[in-house]
């Protein structure tokens, strides 16, 4: 399965943390546009994750996720009901889109996130067998035609654990594997190639973060 791999390095101003992040992004058809579409948005030592997906594959589902990509760089909202509130509004006259959204506190060891639509995401345990993973609650619905709110919830996240979001281009079953002391890259790459499905467009991203003597 032919992939694209994307990753880098956020450094925190305030504290001596680190943000690690790949994503890893095929299309269903070879050459074609991705319906599917991701952006990272820092503000300070604030940053918004934010995973699209245009309902549909082709020009139409690159279209809607591009213009909800767009709607969130345009905002100088961080409020999560209120950046999906806004996308919702200003994606009538598109296919419409699933959303996920994360909002990482940089070396603080929090996050808030919420998703609408098949947008999964997860926060591995530091140690297999240490305690459950914990799963995004997701919201039904497609922003620009179905909306009925979205429930943000926030979440400690301990240094050097893992958080992994996908569209529905990628089995849930991801879940279920452990990163064990894998980076980034090295997990979003094993999880796409295993997990991922051919008959869609499909995103993973993964984040691990690490603080100076961890």
């Given at each position: 399965?032919?992939?694209h791999?994307?990753d880098?390095?956020?450094?925190?101003?305030?504290?001596?943390?680190?943000?690690?992040?790949?994503?890893?992004?095929?299309?269903?058809?070879?050459?074609?546009?991705?319906?599917?579409?991701?952006?990272?948005?820092?503000?300070?030592?604030?940053?918004?994750?934010?995973?699209?997906?245009?309902v549909?594959?082709?020009?139409?589902?690159?279209?809607?996720?591009?213009?909800?990509?767009?709607?969130?760089?345009?905002?100088?909202?961080?409020?999560?009901?209120?950046?999906?509130?806004?996308?919702?509004?200003?994606?009538?006259?598109?296919?419409?889109a699933?959303?996920?959204?994360?909002?990482?506190?940089?070396?603080?060891?929090?996050?808030?996130?919420?998703?609408?639509?098949?947008?999964?995401?997860?926060?591995?345990?530091?140690?297999?067998?240490?305690?459950?993973?914990?799963?995004?609650?997701?919201?039904?619905?497609?922003?620009?035609?179905?909306?009925?709110?979205?429930?943000?919830?926030?979440?400690?996240?301990?240094?050097?654990?893992?958080?992994?979001?996908?569209?529905?281009?990628?089995?849930?079953?991801?879940?279920?594997?452990?990163?064990?002391?894998?980076?980034?890259?090295?997990?979003?790459?094993s999880?796409?190639?295993d997990?991922?499905?051919?008959?869609?467009?499909?995103?993973?991203?993964?984040?691990?973060?690490?603080?100076?003597?961890?």
């Open positions: 399965m032919a992939s791999l994307t880098g390095v956020i450094h925190a101003t305030t504290r001596a943390a680190s943000l690690h992040w790949c994503i890893a992004q095929a299309t269903k058809t070879d050459g074609a546009l991705n319906g599917d579409g991701y952006l990272l948005k820092r503000d300070e030592d604030t940053l918004l994750f934010a995973l699209a997906d245009g549909g594959s082709g020009q139409l589902a690159h279209d809607a996720s591009s213009a909800c990509l767009r709607i969130l760089a345009a905002s100088d909202d961080m409020d999560l009901p209120s950046l999906f509130e806004t996308c919702h509004t200003q994606l009538t006259s598109t296919r419409g699933a959303l996920g959204l994360v909002k990482f506190f940089l070396g603080q060891g929090f996050l808030e996130w919420a998703a609408v639509g098949d947008i999964e995401g997860c926060i591995y345990p530091t140690e297999p067998t240490s305690s459950r993973t914990i799963s995004m609650m997701q919201r039904g619905g497609t922003l620009g035609h179905y909306f009925t709110g979205i429930t943000p919830q926030q979440h400690a996240w301990p240094p050097t654990s893992m958080l992994a979001l996908c569209t529905d281009g990628v089995s849930r079953s991801f879940r279920e594997r452990h990163p064990n002391d894998q980076a980034p890259r090295e997990f979003a790459d999880c796409f190639n997990f991922g499905r051919d008959n869609d467009d499909r995103t993973l991203a993964t984040f691990s973060w690490t603080q100076e003597g961890t």
